[in-house]
């Protein structure tokens, strides 16, 4: 590029030459004042390069346009910054930037790596891998503005998972053979069975390597995937006897007015079970209510229960559950939509899913559910080994295994896991016998949220 390098005398020549420009394509004469800013600036079209594999297992890459316009750049004129807050995906060429619109009270020029002052220009390319400066100048020479002016990009793919390991190992995992994962009040804790007996397996989301374990004590037949965590106290179904924990450790009885069997899921506002005769709510975990099904309740699954509630995507007052698992080897899905206003409220209902071959519900052993980032996320075991992440992004009707996005380390070895999420969108993993855990986070969900108004 043969820059347009400006001294003092060539400058103010300049201004005077271009005292009606406002350097935009559609600009037009104005009257000459002293006001100086830019006022927009719009990203023209850029180059990512995707990174990727062939049919051989090679290594290959290819490139893609990206809508600059997607990006927009915001400026915040009492600090003189201008930066687009959404950053530009990843791989994105940032060293051959050009701007499809400029728009401002003034003159513009931006300064090059030699320190030079040359006049912006209209498909000008300009390398963004640092910061660049640009000063407006008034159009009758008196005053001037320089902005700093960043083009950010992501160095992470925003629909990939980072992760990192907590611990290779830790002997108190020995000897389990089912755990259910819970985060409660930034504690995490594996409710188990280990050698046959109830234990219960914590530590501090800040120093997650520390573990300590504890025999659980007022559990007779204990079956952690039955565990539901509510309203901030653990809740289990022991031979048909409603029981409480608040550490996970020690249990008492719940004085309900209806015998649950079974606990099914947790909502927003309730806790769902079955008795003998039905399917039943609580706002409290005593008073139960008969909720309605779409179906017998010996419909519900029996083996490799799991459950999850999220939000309606149309509606934060209205949220759904998932029951899943199988009965007599066939796979079964139930839904309930739920007002959680409490104005009306809907049936469960009965996901058919042994006839569908669109990536039905995957049904294996020993696996865990969660609700992530407005969607559904599925893990298993399989082979003694951790199963890829499987994604239902509509409400439960199909689920996609995962091998790109929504990734998970490979060849995780385990005959049993925990599986949650936290507040701050982390997932937490713990592996059995070995006691690996790990901790990831979609990048995405990792971005700082820049600003974006300026008033003051």
């Given at each position: 590029?043969?820059?347009?390098?400006?001294?003092?005398?060539?400058?103010?020549?300049a201004?005077?030459?271009?005292?009606?420009?406002?350097?935009?394509?559609?600009?037009?004469e104005?009257a000459?004042?002293?006001d100086c800013?830019?006022t927009?600036?719009?990203?023209?079209?850029?180059?990512?390069t995707i990174?990727?594999?062939?049919e051989?297992?090679?290594?290959?890459?290819?490139?893609?346009?990206?809508?600059?316009?997607?990006?927009?750049?915001?400026i915040d004129?009492?600090?003189?910054?201008?930066?687009?807050p959404?950053?530009l995906?990843?791989?994105?060429?940032?060293?051959?930037?050009?701007?499809?619109?400029?728009?401002?009270?003034?003159?513009?020029t931006?300064?090059?790596?030699?320190?030079?002052?040359?006049l912006?220009?209209?498909?000008?390319t300009?390398?963004?891998?640092?910061?660049?400066?640009?000063?407006?100048?008034?159009l009758?020479?008196?005053?001037?503005?320089?902005?700093?002016?960043?083009?950010?990009?992501?160095?992470?793919?925003?629909?990939?998972?980072?992760w990192?390991?907590i611990?290779?190992?830790?002997?108190l995992f020995?000897?389990?053979?089912a755990?259910?994962?819970f985060?409660?009040?930034?504690?995490?804790?594996?409710?188990?069975?280990?050698?046959?007996?109830?234990?219960?397996?914590?530590?501090?989301?800040?120093?997650?390597s520390?573990?300590?374990?504890?025999?659980?004590?007022?559990?007779d037949?204990f079956?952690?995937?039955?565990?539901?965590?509510?309203?901030?106290?653990?809740?289990?179904?022991?031979?048909?006897?409603l029981?409480k924990?608040g550490?996970?450790?020690?249990?008492?009885?719940?004085?309900?007015?209806?015998?649950?069997?079974?606990?099914?899921?947790?909502?927003?506002?309730?806790?769902?079970?079955?008795?003998?005769?039905?399917?039943?709510?609580?706002?409290?975990?005593?008073?139960?209510q008969?909720?309605?099904?779409?179906?017998?309740?010996?419909?519900?699954?029996?083996?490799?229960?799991?459950?999850?509630?999220?939000?309606?995507?149309?509606n934060d007052?209205?949220?759904?559950?998932?029951v899943?698992?199988t009965?007599?080897?066939?796979?079964?899905?139930?839904?309930?939509?739920?007002?959680d206003?409490?104005?009306?409220?809907?049936?469960?209902?009965?996901?058919?899913?042994?006839?569908?071959?669109?990536?039905?519900?995957?049904?294996?052993?020993?696996?865990?559910?969660?609700?992530?980032d407005?969607?559904i996320?599925?893990?298993?075991?399989?082979?003694?080994?951790?199963?890829?992440?499987y994604?239902?992004?509509?409400?439960?009707?199909?689920?996609v295994?995962?091998?790109?996005g929504?990734?998970?380390?490979?060849?995780?070895?385990?005959?049993?896991?925990?599986?949650?999420a936290?507040?701050?969108d982390?997932?937490?993993?713990?592996c059995?016998?070995?006691?690996?855990?790990?901790k990831?986070?979609?990048?995405r969900?990792?971005y700082d949220?820049?600003?974006k108004?300026?008033?003051?």
């Amino acid at each position: 590029m043969l820059y347009r390098i400006l001294t003092p005398i060539l400058l103010i020549a300049a201004l005077a030459g271009l005292g009606s420009s406002c350097n935009d394509s559609s600009s037009t004469e104005v009257a000459s004042t002293g006001d100086c800013a830019i006022t927009r600036l719009t990203l023209g079209s850029l180059i990512r390069t995707i990174y990727t594999t062939n049919e051989a297992g090679a290594d290959t890459s290819y490139t893609v346009s990206v809508a600059g316009a997607a990006y927009p750049m915001y400026i915040d004129h009492i600090r003189c910054d201008i930066y687009n807050p959404d950053s530009l995906p990843q791989h994105t060429d940032i060293e051959k930037i050009a701007f499809s619109t400029l728009v401002s009270d003034g003159t513009v020029t931006w300064r090059t790596d030699l320190g030079n002052d040359t006049l912006f220009v209209a498909n000008d390319t300009i390398n963004f891998s640092t910061p660049r400066y640009f000063t407006c100048y008034s159009l009758d020479g008196t005053q001037q503005k320089t902005y700093r002016v960043t083009v950010n990009v992501h160095n992470s793919a925003s629909e990939e998972f980072s992760w990192s390991t907590i611990s290779d190992e830790n002997a108190l995992f020995e000897g389990i053979t089912a755990q259910k994962l819970f985060v409660n009040n930034g504690t995490l804790c594996v409710l188990a069975v280990k050698n046959g007996l109830p234990v219960a397996l914590l530590a501090s989301t800040d120093t997650p390597s520390d573990w300590t374990s504890a025999p659980i004590d007022g559990i007779d037949a204990f079956a952690p995937a039955e565990v539901q965590l509510f309203k901030g106290e653990y809740y289990f179904a022991d031979r048909g006897a409603l029981k409480k924990s608040g550490d996970g450790i020690n249990w008492v009885a719940v004085e309900a007015d209806r015998n649950i069997v079974r606990l099914l899921a947790v909502g927003k506002n309730r806790i769902y079970g079955l008795a003998a005769d039905g399917a039943y709510s609580s706002a409290d975990g005593q008073h139960w209510q008969a909720d309605e099904t779409d179906g017998s309740i010996a419909d519900f699954p029996g083996e490799s229960v799991v459950a999850v509630w999220d939000k309606m995507a149309f509606n934060d007052n209205f949220s759904y559950l998932l029951v899943c698992g199988t009965t007599d080897g066939e796979t079964v899905v139930w839904k309930k939509v739920v007002d959680d206003n409490e104005v009306a409220t809907e049936p469960w209902l009965l996901f058919p899913q042994g006839d569908n071959g669109n990536n039905p519900y995957p049904a294996l052993a020993k696996s865990a559910l969660i609700a992530y980032d407005g969607k559904i996320i599925y893990a298993g075991i399989d082979n003694d080994t951790l199963s890829n992440f499987y994604l239902s992004s509509d409400g439960g009707r199909t689920w996609v295994e995962q091998t790109g996005g929504y990734n998970l380390p490979q060849g995780l070895e385990a005959k049993n896991f925990g599986l949650t999420a936290d507040d701050d969108d982390y997932v937490w993993i713990t592996c059995a016998p070995s006691g690996q855990v790990l901790k990831g986070r979609l990048n995405r969900l990792s971005y700082d949220d820049n600003q974006k108004v300026f008033d003051r």
